[in-house]
């Protein structure tokens, strides 16, 4: 509840469209080194208009939320907490048995006033609207296009946060932001670390706030805590 509503607030400093405030109860968060205002995005998707019109929203800043068991709850109060009219989009990884993938659009979408939606390969990001990874399925980003992907064979759950954080990182630098959420194992913490050291905001909920605290936990041990 109001701990992960913290955890939407504590990126505001970072992601302009994220709910104000100076910390998110439940949230654990660093600021890395050459992130934040005065910096620009590396695939913006729009340019001033030279006439005075209004202008498209431009894309400027990614966010990517991995969460696992006990996360549906958690992501409820994490995009209850967004505020629309930013320049964010909004990636999310949950691992889900199959049946359950327009089920949490739906629930999604109750608590958010932001557009909610499946993820589908080729999709271009958009600002203020939360894309859904579909089960089953990997996700990376090539610069603000979502590629949805059957897994490789390895040990562990699709969709892979790790390889969505990877390919946050690789893409969008310090204008990338990881969450991660209540979940099993580890899935996420080698991503993150990745997002930290190309200078974006990670954020995690605390363990004592979440259902299940593997996750997190692994965050903030191997990944490091923003």
Known sequence: ?????????????HVP????????????????????????PPHPQGR????????????????????????????QS??????????TAYVVAQHLAPEHRSLIVDLLARATRLPV????????LSPEVICV?????????????????????RFGPSPCVDLLFDS????????????????????????RRAVRAAGGLTIAQTPASAKFDGMPSAAISIGGAD
């Open 1 to 13: 509840g109001s701990s992960i509503g913290r955890a939407a607030a504590s990126a505001r400093a």
């Open 17 to 40: 469209s994220l709910p104000g405030g100076a910390g998110i109860p439940g949230m654990t968060r660093r600021r890395s080194q050459g992130s934040g205002p005065g910096h620009e």
């Open 48 to 75: 001033a208009d030279a006439s005075g019109s209004p202008e498209p929203a431009v894309l400027r800043h990614v966010v990517a939320i991995g969460a696992s068991a006990g996360g549906l709850e958690a992501l």
């Open 78 to 87: 994490f995009v209850g907490a967004l505020e629309a009219g930013g320049t």
């Open 117 to 124: 939606i499946a993820a589908s390969d080729g999709r271009r």
């Open 133 to 153: 990874v579909p089960p089953r399925h990997d996700v990376v980003l090539e610069h603000d296009v979502l590629r949805i992907r059957e897994p490789e064979a």
């Open 168 to 191: 946050l990182a690789d893409h969008w630098k310090e204008h990338g932001v990881a969450v991660v959420l209540s979940g099993t194992g580890s899935d996420g913490a080698r991503g």
